[in-house]
């Protein structure tokens, strides 16, 4: 079964808009991580915000923030105001336990385009 | 601030031939991770080690081998090549933080992409 769930291949939004990219996760485990990572076409992962599954409130960063929903395993990420070079694949990913080293399991991305 | 550091950036080799993919942790990390993204896929992990140990294992060939030095840096050695290794092979590193393991956040190498011919 998949852990990590993107269900839009492609997003396409206008500039200055805010956009919602949608992840639903599947954990038995009390204690995870929820992570977005922004890949470019240049290739190189960035890591752009991070949920964990005691937090209270829900994450932000800047032009991002997370809506993270407990009850319904999801883990959208918002970005405000998009600028142009927010086009990118965006990737959700999960952290299940305590260990260190535990590996990221990744959704299947999401393609963001921005249009001037 | 400092990132972490793959080298090479770029590799083309032939079909049974090998290769050393190199990895020099954030300053401090003590833990390194390997993922392999195919074009068009989501990265998949490989293995990682902390405190120069394997801690997680995952759909690493046997071909494949790696290990952390050390200095923490991390080497993956790949033998026998197929056209099918050829690939974005990422490293990230992490160290434990106060919110815990699950919070360890994972800073991504540039990659080094791998060309088998």
């Known amino acids: 079964a998949q852990k990590i769930t993107q269900t839009q291949p492609g997003m396409f939004v206008q500039e200055k808009e805010a956009v919602t990219l949608d992840c639903t996760y599947d954990?038995?485990?009390?204690?995870?991580?929820l992570f977005w990572y922004k890949q470019p076409s240049s290739g190189e992962m960035i890591f752009l915000i991070y949920q964990g599954s005691y937090d209270q409130q829900n994450a932000t960063e800047g032009r991002y923030s997370l809506n993270f929903q407990k009850a319904r395993k999801s883990a959208n990420l918002v970005i405000s105001a998009s600028q142009l070079g927010d086009s990118a694949m965006y990737f959700c990913?999960?952290?299940?336990?305590?260990?260190?080293?535990?590996?990221?399991?990744f959704g299947e991305g999401t393609q963001l385009t921005v249009n001037p | 601030a400092a990132g972490v550091i793959q080298s090479p950036r770029h590799l083309i080799k032939e079909k049974r031939e090998t290769a050393t993919l190199k990895c020099y942790p954030i300053p401090r990390h003590d833990t390194v991770y390997w993922y392999q993204q195919g074009p068009g896929q989501d990265p998949q992990f490989l293995i990682s080690?902390?405190?120069?140990?394997?801690?997680d294992k995952g759909s690493i060939p046997d071909r494949f081998s790696a290990q952390q030095f050390s200095d923490y840096h991390s080497e993956l050695n790949m033998s026998s090549l197929e056209l099918g290794d050829s690939a974005l092979y990422f490293c990230?590193?992490?160290?434990?933080?106060?919110?815990?393991?699950?919070?360890?956040?994972?800073?991504f190498g540039a990659g080094t992409r791998l060309s088998v011919l």
């Open positions: 954990t038995s485990d009390p204690s995870y991580g």
């Open positions: 990230a590193s992490s160290t434990r933080t106060s919110g815990g393991a699950a919070k360890n956040i994972q800073y």
């Open positions: 080690f902390y405190e120069k140990m394997q801690s």
């Open positions: 990913a999960m952290r299940e336990g305590g260990t260190s080293g535990s590996r990221l399991t």
